[in-house]
């Protein structure tokens, strides 16, 4: 089967840069996507096609690819910005439609 | 503004069929756009379950299957997910939420899951 692989866990002080890394195995991958969910709500898109923000997403929200790693930065980390980070990939291969990573705790310590 | 909520029994038996619905408001779901649902067992990660458009496409995750069946009740504005044989493995946040299918480069592929509903916990136990 195919995965994507997340880091459990990230650890930065307010105002230092976050990144959060997600590795897709061998995928026909067009796209990454990035949810960020605090406790006891729906995941929040903050990033989609690679590094486009949604309106009402802040500046600070950034995204990269590279080959088969994705990457979400967070510059200038905010308390607000605890929560998990979900990657999420958009298939072309079509056995895997939709695919998402295990997820990334970040603390802000 | 789009809406989505999810309803449904939030207690199941083992071996029995999970149902929920999603009402959407502020949008047609004859109107394009998938419907989709995504579950998230209890300290865990997203999972997606399957998605459908109106015109009766659909798309399943591999490892669901052979137990899951979406469906759309126009009537209502509303999309169903039913599971079955359902096992404590099952027990999850189910949410349902919207996303796209782009064709336009050729190749297909899904949108980004936009609208999402609130979530509704479904916990399989006798």
């Known amino acids: 089967s195919y995965e994507l692989t997340q880091s459990p866990s990230v650890s930065v002080s307010p105002g230092q840069t976050a990144r959060i890394t997600c590795f897709a195995d061998?995928?026909?991958?067009?796209?990454a996507y990035w949810y960020q969910q605090k406790p006891g709500q729906a995941p929040v898109l903050v990033i989609y096609?690679?590094?486009e923000r949604p309106s009402g997403i802040p500046a600070r929200f950034s995204g990269s690819s590279s080959g088969t790693t994705v990457t979400l930065t967070i510059t200038g980390v905010q308390a607000e910005d605890e929560a998990d980070y979900y990657c999420?990939?958009?298939?072309?291969?079509?056995?895997?439609?939709?695919?998402f990573g295990g997820g990334t705790k970040l603390t802000v310590l | 503004q789009v809406q989505l909520q999810e309803s449904g029994p939030g207690l199941v038996k083992p071996s029995e069929t999970l149902s929920l619905t999603c009402s959407v408001s502020?949008?047609?779901?004859?109107?394009?756009?998938?419907w989709g649902w995504i579950r998230q067992p209890p300290g865990k990660g997203l999972e997606w379950v399957g998605s459908?458009?109106?015109?009766?496409?659909?798309y399943y995750n591999p490892s669901l299957k052979s137990r899951v069946t979406i469906s759309l009740d126009t009537s209502k504005n509303q999309f169903s997910l039913r599971l079955r044989s359902v096992t404590a493995a099952d027990t999850a946040v189910y949410y349902c939420?919207?996303?796209?299918?782009?064709?336009?480069?050729?190749?297909?592929?899904?949108?980004?899951?936009?609208?999402w509903g609130q979530g509704t916990l479904v916990t399989v136990s006798s």
């Open positions: 939420a919207r996303h796209s299918r782009d064709c336009s480069g050729g190749a297909c592929y899904f949108t980004p899951f936009d609208y």
């Open positions: 502020g949008y047609s779901i004859t109107s394009g756009y998938y």
């Open positions: 459908m458009y109106h015109s009766g496409s659909t």
């Open positions: 061998a995928l026909p991958k067009k796209y």
């Open positions: 096609k690679d590094s």
């Open positions: 999420q990939t958009a298939d072309t291969g079509g056995t895997y439609p939709v695919i």
